[in-house]
């Protein structure tokens, strides 16, 4: 596996934090005794296996493409995406048994304040990490980076959350701020671990691009495609960071076909110049072809 790129290192780097983060959680949990750190601390350990999933599938996606995949391993990182999520949710119902359990028995918090810098501390170097991860997803169109960004953002609000209910109940010593902590972090473990699941699987069953960049795209075809007429049946579809597009581009019948070439390849490079990972495939039609609708050329 080629884990020389940028993502990769990302990912490689995404490890370690995540093992640092779970360390101070973990530590907090054995300190307290807490469900709600308790929560936490697993909703780490499943940022540490998905982390690892996500070197996994960049290193895939990152494969050139082959005979068996002639449009590439992409969609790789969609699979991490779902695992992510499916981990998630996994973890949630953990903590809602977690939280069942703390409540019928009243367990006291033992070393609140210990535990609550602890886990203070992992959630600050979370919030950090996920930062640059979101940054660079964007940049970088991975649907991986985003997916695991995303959730130790996440893991921010569940942390306060945590922070809270261990708080409380050590002020108040009404233990079942605790177990209510956990609850509602498990719901919002849920929560998040069913949107990225839905995500993921509006990737693989090929989504279209946004409107916004499907109007971008037209605005090119239609400026850059000077002798044809029109190109009609434009269609795009998102496979991990890479977009495909086809559309039929219709010339004069009298039209030479090494000009007809020279028109694609115009249209092909201006698209490619301002839309990044993008794969183009341009049928050219006669004009009795012609729909006059789509795109009209400027």
Known sequence: MNFRGERERLAIRSIGVGITVLALKALAWRLTGSAALYGDALESFVNVATALATLIALAYA????????PFGHDKAELFSAALEAALIIVAAISIFEAAWHHWRLEQPILSP???IALNAAAAALNGGWALVLLRA???LQSPALAADGRHLAADLVTSAGVILGVGLAALTGRLWFDPLAAALTGAYVLWSGTHLLRESASGLLDEAAPEELDRRIRALVAAHAAGAIE???????????????EFHLVVPGAMQVADAHDICDRVEGALKAEIANLRVQIHVEPEGKAKHQGVLVL
Do not use: C, K
């Open 62 to 69: 990152a494969r050139p493409a082959d005979s068996n995949h």
């Open 113 to 115: 304040l210990r535990g």
């Open 137 to 139: 997803a964007r940049r």
């Open 231 to 245: 190109a009609h049946d434009l269609r795009t579809r998102r496979a991990g960071r890479t977009l495909f597009l």
